[in-house]
């Protein structure tokens, strides 16, 4: 989907412009995708799991930039990016197109400056522009930094999916399943 930038300040004074991911970031995204896996444990996969080449990031990017039901966002500071954000809908029967469901994640030394709230309000707001009703997130539930940030933006803990991950050193962890009602926004 394409949308229009927006600029805010983020607490150590420097700019932020979050904008629509286009497939000319399809490099950057792929360095994205493996140093911000290595930086926690807390997202889906592993560094060894980006496999993507850069003509089918490019094309996968193109895909969700031209969907106006996809939502793929990036905060920019000082001209780099900082990390990554989508909204897509979970499916398209009638019983379930009302919902919708959020990822983000942002490189670490981009954290606690305020971007992650900028970008699950911006994307909240044009969720709401789409005309879905709600959206969805699943995160481990050991990761209550995430937990408090998306408390902070509005979404409500609805329950929990039992041994969802299972990390290579063998453990298991839950995932906290929290919605946002959209309603409000439309």
Known sequence: MNFPEKKFILKDGRTCVLKPTTPDYAEEMIEYMKATAAETPFLLRYPDEVRYTVERERGLLAEMFEDPYSIMMLPIVDGKVAGNGSINGIGTKRKIIHRCSLAIALYKEYWGLGIG?????????????????????????????????????????????????????????????????LTALQ
Not at 135 to 160: H, P
């Open 117 to 181: 709230t900028a970008m699950i309000e911006y994307m909240c707001e044009l969720a709401a522009q789409i005309g879905w009703q709600q959206v969805d997130l699943e995160v481990v539930a050991e990761n209550e930094n995430a937990q408090a940030l998306y408390r902070k933006c509005g979404f409500i803990e609805s329950g929990r999916i039992h041994n969802a991950v299972r990390y290579e050193d063998g453990s298991y962890h839950d995932f906290v399943v929290m919605y946002k009602d």
